[in-house]
């Protein structure tokens, strides 16, 4: 390949015909990628002349092209002083290279010049103005850091390959991150340079991450597998495989099951999430439904495209909506990550006003479905350099990068940091535990849903594990939350959960649930019933759990009793009444829905069946509760 020297070469009024020489000998061997001995003719040429501005922009094209800016910058800069009235071009091109070594006092002097005297060139007056903005930007950014202070995640993770892209699950226990490793004898693509694979390392009791081993069989494939996403819950892992023989296009989206300790044989998204365009980079919401990922597919705004598909069932997926010009511009917006709060979504882009090159963004799906203006995260979490990932734990208090920083252990490392209090997403905590019959102990699959009861949203959907009938679910703070669990053959378990705003550290759940199997005498408190105090009207927050009621009686042939139950304050007849009005209540909503009037009973308790102490607020609270008991 010949090299095009970027600059524009002026004929300059003194010439030693010495440093001419020694000129166009280091262009020859640009030319022929001779960049060491290209460098040792120009400086030559310095020595033999110092004042030939030719030499300084031969040198800053010699050092653009080989990734050094700074040496870059100085070299044009340079000329521009010794020809005092250069073609504005050298301006331009002066002005981009300090931008990426973040000398943007310089640059933006740079680039106003061209501005005055430039105009001719029209096709880069746009990148100048952009250019301009992102040095504005750089100066008050570095005036005003944001808290940043990385952490290597040491030798357990990290080595002299490349190591980015890294995930978590909800509880933090399992880190997933791709590897960039040497091709090997098990190496399918031939052309490639390099083999992506996946790693997992797993945190043990002292917080310490455990030696990193690979994914393994079936994931691995002997293709490049990264760009992975695992699913709040953990049961997910999605993935990115490229230069496939069996793929749809040069990179396409895939998705595994875990079962047990494995993971299930990979499957293609397939239609008409991948196409014969490029699709990468999946990142799943909590809601275990709402998939983003990154696409060049037509009909988007750029290059590539941050996008979004929902899971429908297993394996089943909508049509992609792209995010629409609130997120995507017409460059490059990749790297999704959508945090487990459901609403803040961290992005890279290369279109948007930063610190130059890719710059990490956030922004935040509003009530209405919108999403608010992309915030950038500022330096020196951004820098002229390209960043192109973050992850975020559950809390919101720790972000993992990769970087190539110095003092690594070579190539990208994976860093830890304590996220900036302002660029924080809602703290989430999660539940976790067992789910088993409550006679025999037999780990069960089920389903588990929590869903918002103000808003409705279903907010995570989840699955036990078949095997060992594990769970994790993600619970959002600020947040009346109902937790369902539902599995064949068993009436429904439900709970209700209320997380303060004000938590910023939250202290998981442990919880193991035992379903009791629909025989006839099961009870089933119904923990979302809601009513005002001394009211017997059903608050609008029940009908979740009502229409869950109603959904188990549709397909369950049983007969219920609804009971009502009261605590022990106040007289008998008044508690035996009250009882009775919002057992009726529950009873009168499901005949609206159309459950058969013979398949329903009510009945008020009153303060008769206690199942807590009266003496204290807690047991008062369990004993004011609404029931249903199998009668047939």
């Known amino acids: 390949m010949t090299f095009v020297v970027i600059s524009i070469v002026p004929a ?3 010439k030693n015909s010495k440093a001419l020489s020694l000129c166009s000998k280091a262009e020859q061997c640009i030319n022929k990628h001779e960049f060491d001995k290209a460098l040792t003719y120009l400086k030559q040429a310095i020595q033999r002349d110092p004042s030939y501005p030719d030499t300084y922009i031969l040198m800053g094209d010699l050092y653009n092209f080989t990734l050094r800016s700074d040496s870059a910058a100085r070299c044009y800069n340079k000329a521009i002083e010794l020809l005092g009235d250069p073609d504005p071009m050298l301006y331009f091109i002066a002005a981009g290279e300090g931008v990426k070594c973040a000398q943007y006092e310089q640059a933006l002097a740079n680039y106003e010049i061209f501005m005055q005297k430039g105009l001719q060139y029209t096709d880069v007056l746009a990148d100048a103005q952009k250019g301009m ?9 570095m005036k005003n850091p944001v808290k940043f202070s990385p952490v290597n995640l040491g030798a357990a993770i990290n080595s002299d390959w490349d190591e980015s892209l890294a995930s978590l699950t909800a509880d933090d226990a399992q880190l997933i991150f791709t590897v960039n490793r040497p091709k090997d004898k098990g190496t399918v693509c031939a052309f490639c340079l390099n083999e992506e694979d996946l790693y997992i390392s797993t945190r043990n009791e002292k917080s310490e991450w455990g030696s990193r081993v690979p994914i393994g069989s079936p994931i691995k494939s002997g293709y490049n597998e ?20 069996f793929g749809v296009g040069s990179c396409d989206l895939y998705w595994s099951k875990k079962m047990g300790a494995k993971w299930s044989r990979p499957r293609n998204f397939g239609a008409p999430v991948n196409t014969t365009s490029w699709e990468s980079q999946p990142s799943m919401a909590a809601d275990g439904r709402t998939i983003y990922f990154v696409s060049s597919r ?22 992609p909506e792209n ?28 279109g948007r006003i930063g610190m130059g090159g890719y710059d990490l963004y956030y922004s935040t799906l509003q009530s209405d479905g919108t999403w608010s203006e992309p915030k950038n995260l500022g330096y020196p979490i951004n820098t002229p350099a390209d960043e192109i990932n973050i992850f975020i734990n559950s809390s919101g208090t720790v972000a993992y990068m990769a970087s190539d920083k110095d003092g690594g252990f070579g190539g990208l490392d994976l860093y830890s940091f304590e996220l900036d209090d302002n660029l924080r997403p809602n703290p989430v905590t999660y539940i976790k535990g067992i789910i088993a019959d409550a006679v025999t102990g037999r780990p069960l699959i089920a389903t588990i849903e929590m869903v918002d009861l103000d808003t409705k949203q279903v907010l995570t959907h989840t699955e036990s594990d078949a095997e060992s009938g594990e769970y994790l679910a ?3 703070t600020g947040s009346n939350v109902l937790l369902n669990v539902s599995s064949e053959g068993y009436p429904f378990y439900s709970e209700n959960f209320q997380i303060e705003k004000s938590y910023t550290e939250l202290s998981p759940y442990h919880k193991d649930i035992q379903l009791q199997r629909a025989d006839v005498g099961t009870v089933v408190v119904l923990k979302n019933i809601f009513f005002d105090f001394n009211e017997s009207e059903l608050k609008p927050e029940s009908y979740i759990e009502l229409d869950r009621l109603v959904d188990y009686l549709s397909h369950n042939d049983v007969s219920i009793e609804i009971g009502g139950h009261t605590d022990n304050q106040g007289s008998d007849e008044y508690n035996d009444r009250l009882s009775q009005e919002r057992a009726k209540a529950v009873y009168d909503y499901l005949l609206s829905k159309r459950i058969a009037p013979e398949r ?14 009266n003496s204290t607020e807690e047991g008062r609270a369990s004993n004011r509760r609404t029931e249903f008991r199998i009668v047939r």
Not at 234 to 242: E, I, P, S, W
Not at 304 to 316: N, P, Q, V
């Open 12 to 14: 300059s009024a003194q």
């Open 133 to 141: 903005a992102n040095c504005r930007f750089g100066i008050e950014a």
């Open 226 to 245: 990264g760009a992975q996403c695992v699913s709040p819950d953990g049961n997910y892992l999605l993935y990115t495989m490229c230069d496939a023989d």
């Open 298 to 319: 037509p009909g988007g705004f750029g290059g590539m495209d941050i996008w979004k598909t929902t899971m429908t069932t297993e394996g089943a997926f909508t049509a």
């Open 323 to 350: 995010l629409g010009a609130a997120i995507n511009t017409p460059d490059d917006d990749a790297a999704p990550f959508i945090h487990s709060d459901g609403r803040t979504l961290y992005f890279a882009s290369k």
């Open 474 to 476: 993600c619970i959002q």
């Open 600 to 613: 329903l009973s009510y009945r008020g308790y009153g303060k008769r069946q206690p199942v807590a102490d």
